[in-house]
């Protein structure tokens, strides 16, 4: 989400450091820490090379024919929703893009759903099983890129698609069409379910869906992200919560009668030295950043009022209500210390991905089954130069498939996504596309210019067949089905959903221009 981005984006680093922290002698966990996730050439356990390449069954021959033939309007679909490029909350025509595309294809389309006008569900077919797949649509603000392997502003200033959400939403669409394709003609049996999911870069609209319970009849639901590498995704992502500190003073000449004032400031400058203090007592695990957003205006006048927007993740829930438990009283001793009234809110949050390895192995026989990810000379050429122009070593963009491991990674890569939210509450299978050179920066407009050609456009669709073939198993195989949902529950046995989201209704649309 917000920022809390593509998971693992530019995080190899931070995974690496990671793992090799864990791995010190005399770290508890010492032992356990495996190789780093997604190293192209590592051992592989002998669980990942026992997964045989799932068979080509009917069904997806004609899921796989069903993409082929609305490959084009797929295309334009993620074309569409990348040049209106328009940020969380706000994504009012690319939301009625993909959901008029989706009534005209015969699905059942409800609007504005869980309280935000841009979330939506498209459904088709009654019964079990029940398959949801998910799409995001939101782009980033000031990022606007055109299609070219060089850093040039489509409309400078204006926002872009530098986490590829134009192609996530367009390709899950496809998939799904697919599958109402295959139910209609009476080839598979059950409910097919795309949910469009808006805001991921802001408040995570997830989060209000899942409050809702809209995700929690299905049976399993599948995601993807664009990426530098294709992979059946067995990563999860840090945990977070997003929240607001406040000091509340009392304003006075700074000179004439400082006195009589109380700065806001104090409090906020006493607030982040503790914060900043504590970095040296937390685990390893922990990531603590904020920004100030209200410090006061001029010097000659006491502040009254200073905020702070601050995230605190950890790999595990659990960890980041431990950093919260220590954060509250620290925002109340500041404001005491500083004489100020404080004030600390909870403005959303993301829970961890709860990685279910059996649905992992079943995309990746899926994966294996589908001809691999090719890209022209000139798409290498393109990725090169945004590689060289980003100074990043010129590998061009990977087409291989990433090793499954036989266990998730130890250590999640850096951010966080509101996905985590629905694998809590359903099962969830996540596959990344590669839609982007090797080694770019994400977030930025290496990602907006190949998410608007044929490399995005390739890897978006790539995605669609795997995860069409997927869905196409889901529905085939009972038993599949049963142990991806054996897994989850004893993952989940005890723990009651609740996400970080605060009472009410999502904040639409105030807060969402400033938010992403
Ligand atoms: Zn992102
Ligand atoms: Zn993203």
């Known amino acids: 989400m917000i920022g809390q981005g593509r998971r693992g984006r530019g995080t190899a680093a931070v995974a690496a450091f990671l793992a090799a922290v864990l791995s010190m002698p005399g770290m508890p966990g010492a032992q356990a820490a495996a190789p780093e996730k997604g190293q192209v050439g590592a051992k592989l356990p002998a669980a990942a090379s026992s997964v045989p390449a799932a068979p080509m069954t009917e069904a997806k021959k004609a899921a796989l024919a069903s993409i082929d033939r609305h490959r084009d309007e797929i295309v334009d679909l993620s074309l569409k929703v990348w040049r209106f490029a328009e940020t969380a909350l706000k994504e009012t025509k690319s939301a009625a893009a993909l959901a008029d595309y989706a009534e005209s294809q015969g699905f059942r389309v409800t609007r504005g759903i869980a309280g935000m006008p841009t979330a939506f569900v498209a459904e088709f077919g009654s019964g079990a099983p029940r398959i949801g797949i998910m799409g995001e649509y939101d782009a980033l603000p000031g990022i606007s890129q055109k299609a070219s392997s ?38 598979l049996k059950g409910t097919i379910r795309f949910y469009g999911t808006p805001a991921e870069e802001a408040i995570g609209g997830k989060v209000y869906m899942a409050r809702e319970g809209l995700f929690r009849d299905l049976d399993v639901a599948l995601a993807w992200h664009p990426s530098t590498k294709n992979e059946a995704d067995t990563s999860s992502s840090q945990a977070m919560v997003d929240l607001k500190v406040e000091f509340f003073g009392k304003a006075a000449h700074a000179a004439y009668d400082p006195w009589n004032g109380r700065s806001a400031v104090d409090g906020l400058e006493i607030f982040t030295h503790a914060l900043n203090m504590m970095r040296e007592h937390v685990k390893p695990t922990v990531r603590m950043h904020y920004v100030i957003q209200e410090g006061g205006q001029v010097p000659n006048v006491i502040p009254e009022k200073a905020a702070l927007w601050l995230w605190l993740r950890d790999s595990k829930r659990a960890g ?25 809110t909870i403005q959303g949050g993301s829970w961890e991905v709860l990685v279910n390895m059996h649905g992992a192995r079943l995309l990746y026989s899926n994966l294996k089954a589908l001809p691999p990810l090719s890209f022209t000379p000139e798409e290498q050429e393109f990725a090169r130069t945004i590689q060289k122009t980003t100074g990043v070593e010129t590998k061009g963009l990977r087409t291989d498939v990433v090793p499954l491991p036989d266990k998730p990674a130890p250590q999640p890569e850096g951010g966080s996504t509101d996905v985590g939210d629905v694998s809590w509450v359903v099962p969830v299978i996540h596959l990344e596309a590669a839609t982007a050179p090797d080694g770019a920066p994400w977030h930025a407009w290496p990602v907006v210019a190949c998410g608007g050609m044929s490399i995005g456009q ?34 989940t046995k005890g723990v009651v959903y609740k996400g970080y989201v605060p009472d009410g209704p999502p904040p639409v649309p105030d807060t969402a221009g400033a938010k992403p």
């Open 150 to 187: 060089t850093k040039e502003a489509l409309e400078p200033g204006a926002p872009g698609h530098g986490c590829g959400h134009n192609l996530f939403g367009a390709a899950s669409l496809g998939a799904a069409l697919s599958i109402k394709e295959a139910i209609a003609a009476g080839r």
């Open 320 to 344: 980041v209500e431990e950093v919260l438990a220590r954060v509250r009283p620290m925002v109340q001793g500041s404001g005491m210390a500083a004489g100020v009234e404080s004030k600390l």
């Open 458 to 491: 390739k890897g978006m669709i790539y995605a669609s067949r795997a995860l069409a073939m997927t869905m196409v198993d889901l529905f085939e195989r009972p038993a599949d089905r049963q142990a991806i949902r054996d897994e989850f529950q004893e993952q």
